[in-house]
Nanobody
Framework: QVQLVESGGGLVQPGESLRVSCAASGIIFKNFNMGWYRQAPGKQRELVAK???????NYDDSVKGRFTISRDNAKNTVYLQMNTLNPEDTAVYYC????????????WGRGTQVTVSS
């Protein structure tokens, strides 16, 4: 079965960095667009960054210049490097995989908590 397993979350202070990872299994990883979403308490889940199967990248404006998404198709893993974190980045971060062509199968991980606090 398909599994997306996030790791690397934790508690950091404002201004610090963190890298979260998502290891995929049960899919042909190179054929999937991969994304990182986040959901803060009381808010809707929002897109943070996405990297297509071809390597095209998009970021939400709030993280441009601070976050970097990357993928390693040999390891079936997508990463999110987060720099200069601030308290507004506190959320559960979810990994998403979407097949690049119809029927666009879509899968979610269970999330990893990132807390930015002094």
């Amino acid at each position: 079965q398909v599994q997306l397993v996030e790791s690397g979350g934790g508690l950091v202070q404002p201004g610090e960095s963190l890298r979260v990872s998502c290891a995929a299994s049960g899919i042909i990883f190179k054929n999937f667009n991969m994304g990182w979403y986040r959901q803060a308490p009381g808010k809707q889940r929002e897109l943070v960054a996405k990297i297509s199967s071809g390597g095209s990248i998009n970021y939400d404006d709030s993280v441009k210049g601070r976050f970097t998404i990357s993928r390693d198709n040999a390891k079936n893993t997508v990463y999110l490097q987060m720099n200069t974190l601030n308290p507004e980045d506190t959320a559960v971060y979810y990994c998403n995989a979407e097949l690049s062509w119809p029927p666009h199968y879509n899968y979610w991980g269970r999330g990893t908590q990132v807390t930015v606090s002094s």
